[in-house]
């Protein structure tokens, strides 16, 4: 009896810790879709991949909010994007296959946008040519397609660099395309100018303290349409709320 009593305190322990919503935004999508239902629970230790819910302190619009994004960086890795690509520690970093990238699409005829509505896209100079943000899969499905007259990656690209500007003058890059290299600080160090540029506003940071917790470097899967460290800075552990761990 007391056993089972102990089990059914454990459950419900679990049961109350885990929480739930409805997912609204583009940023991880091809992993997770706009209108999915998230769950989420918290996690000791927070890892590289894990996906987490958290609150950011919006700098534009000076509110709090709450979102989902995936953890590349950790206490002491060191974070850089190039012509598009994201290296952790001088490596390609794993994303799932789920994970989008932006190429441009050019089709043959106009009228044949209409059998590309499934896709995530928007206008990109030219009634016959859009800009598509795809996963590896989608890629190759567009690619097969007989209305297409070509599929390119978008790297560098001025044009769309000049949306992405991150306004931090700790970085050689300031952009989605190409930005850090950033050192992510370990703990207990002490913050300095610099790294209190990498922390959202917060009167818990304050030069000449000691850190005191993780800081974490999150992007989204849909990794050149979404809002993350490279605009809004690491992430503090004591802002993550949890992992999730089912998406409906």
Not at 76 to 89: A, C, Q, R, S, Y
Request: neutral net charge; contains cysteine.
């Amino acid at each position: 009896m007391i056993k089972l009593t102990i089990a059914l305190i454990a459950i419900f322990n679990i049961s109350c810790q885990s929480r739930s919503f409805y997912y609204d935004s583009v940023a991880m999508e091809g992993t997770i879709k706009r209108g999915s239902l998230i769950k989420y629970e918290p996690k000791k230790v927070i890892e590289k991949n894990d996906i987490v819910v958290f609150d950011y302190y919006d700098k534009r619009l000076n509110k709090t909010f709450s979102t989902v994004l995936r953890v590349v960086g950790v206490p002491g890795d060191e974070v850089l994007f190039k012509n598009g690509e994201l290296l952790v520690n001088g490596n390609s970093f794993g994303f799932p296959d789920t994970y989008q990238l932006s190429y441009v699409v050019k089709v043959k005829n106009t009228f044949d946008w209409n059998l590309l509505n499934d896709y995530s896209s928007r206008l990109y100079g030219g009634e016959n040519i859009r800009l598509f943000f795809l996963n590896y899969s989608e890629y190759k499905n567009i690619e097969n397609k007989k209305i297409v007259d070509s599929i390119v990656r978008v790297k560098g690209d001025s044009a769309f660099i000049e949306k992405q500007i991150v306004w931090n003058e700790a970085f050689n890059y300031f952009n989605g395309f190409y930005y850090g290299p950033l050192k992510i600080p370990a703990e207990n160090v002490v913050i300095d100018d610099e790294i209190k540029k990498l922390l959202p506003i917060s009167n818990k940071f304050n030069v000449g303290d000691y850190l005191k917790e993780k800081l974490f470097f999150v992007v989204g899967d849909n990794l050149h349409w979404c809002y993350d460290s490279r605009d809004i800075g690491l992430i503090p552990e004591s802002l993550i709320k949890g992992v999730i761990y089912k998406v409906n």
